[in-house]
């Protein structure tokens, strides 16, 4: 299956490793629970010395596989799956961080990202917020106690691309762990693997999954980092090759211990959505560079935040790591455009806050998921009061733009 494109290996993912009774989906597997035919059984499965299920709320059959699905999407050696993206993050950085340690991380995140790393710092674990898109604002933030870098691969919601394979090669040179969320990308777009990425996170909930029906979040090994020379590996941890130590950890302290358990149900439907992530992805990608276009040259748009347009500040590297510019993007309106008139008067897109629906989805960010940062980290962000963030679906793009071009009309 290796020499197989990326959809054809993802469709079949479940068959290549045998599914029960000729199903070509692998099954929601419901029981929290699995017999072992013998006392040893049950040992050397909890140990970790023969394969097998112990509990539901580490390991089920029908989320395993989705994590094998998501290991072969990312190029990766294995894959631990959550209940949200924001639960593989939370987990993955409290189970590897620990008081007294540094973490730099791009200040372009997603809201709730932003939150959670200043928890961190509840916890003595120092964070840095820098402008990532200058590996050199990285290398200058660096103290000797760094463990780790974190970044995302395309910004939400202003869209500024970090300097992705500068700070892998930074990373690599100083052997610092180098984590990278790729859900604004998702794995058919980009493989943070290339750049070095040891660590590769997404939120399943939204471009993977695809259809706004299930929550979940995952962590994928990519075997770049060597964690033989991390220092806050469990003892316990260091069993077998040494690149499978940090997902171990992860999985133990993070998921097993914090309980945020992927549901199988849930699994499911992340599973059969990920089957059409490229064929959803061209749709909506297209349809967001036309809409990008059509946005710069309508008078009532005083900014228009997409990486397809030239005069986006990383325009050339987005061409030269992606394979297309995504379908996330963010328009600021005029100071004389009514930001809450314009969303009322849209009929097709919908207000809501997710993204990576098969719908588009807009929502004025400064009201709402950015509130609680306040006006000055959200200048920081590029965020003013009059900024819509539009995940582009893949309706006909035709009535997208006839529905936007009503709305603006509409609020003057």
């Given amino acids: 299956m290796s020499t197989k494109g990326f959809t054809t290996r993802i469709l079949h993912s479940d068959r290549a490793i045998g599914v029960e009774h000729g199903s070509l989906h692998k099954p929601v597997h419901n029981s929290i629970t699995f017999e072992h035919e013998t006392a040893a059984d049950i040992a050397a499965v909890f140990q970790g010395k023969k394969a097998g299920y112990t509990y539901g709320r580490q390991v089920n059959p029908t989320v395993v596989a989705l994590e094998k699905k998501l290991s072969l999407m990312e190029g990766g050696l294995a894959t631990t799956c959550f209940a949200t993206g924001m639960a593989a993050i939370s987990a993955t950085l409290l189970s590897l961080l620990k008081a007294g340690d540094h973490l730099v991380s791009s200040s372009f995140l997603f809201g709730n990202t932003n939150s959670v790393f200043n928890t961190l710092k509840n916890y003595g674990i120092e964070v840095s917020f820098v402008d990532a898109t200058d590996v050199a604002n990285v290398a200058a933030a660096l103290q000797p ?78 075997g770049v980092f060597d964690w ?89 590297r987005a061409q030269g790591l992606f394979r297309h510019f995504g379908a996330l993007m963010a328009i600021e309106l005029k100071p004389e455009v009514d930001c809450f008139r314009f969303l009322d008067a849209l009929e ?30 959200r200048a920081e962000m590029g965020i003013s009061d009059g900024t819509v963030r539009i995940s582009v679906g893949i309706e006909d793009i035709d009535d997208l733009l006839a529905d936007f071009g009503q709305a603006l009309a509409s609020a003057g």
């Avoid at 719908?359 to 980290?377: D, Q």
């Fill in 145 to 222: 106690n760094t463990r780790a870098v974190f970044v995302e691969t395309i910004a939400n919601p202003c869209t500024q691309i970090a300097d992705l394979a500068a700070i892998g090669k930074l990373c690599g040179e100083q052997g610092l762990l180098y984590i990278v969320d790729n859900t604004m990308t998702s794995p058919w777009c980009f493989q943070p693997k290339a750049v070095g990425a040891g660590l590769v996170i997404n939120s399943l909930s939204k471009y993977i999954g695809g259809h706004g029906n299930a929550l979940g979040g995952s962590v994928t090994e990519t």
């Fill in 228 to 316: 033989a020379n991390f220092p806050n590996i469990i003892d316990a941890y260091k069993t077998g090759a040494a690149q499978n130590w940090g997902l171990l950890q992860i999985k133990k302290k993070g998921l097993r211990d914090m309980g945020a358990t992927l549901a199988p149900e849930s699994a499911h439907h992340i599973a059969i959505g990920a089957e059409t992530l490229s064929l959803r992805q061209e749709r909506s990608a297209a349809n967001a560079a036309k809409l990008a276009t059509w946005f710069a040259a309508h008078p009532a748009i005083a900014r228009v935040f997409h990486p397809s347009l030239e005069a986006h500040p990383q325009h050339g």
């Fill in 348 to 377: 097709l897109a919908v207000l809501a806050s997710n993204l990576g629906d098969n719908r588009t989805l807009v929502i004025p960010v400064a009201h709402t998921i950015y509130a609680e940062m306040g006006p000055v980290r």
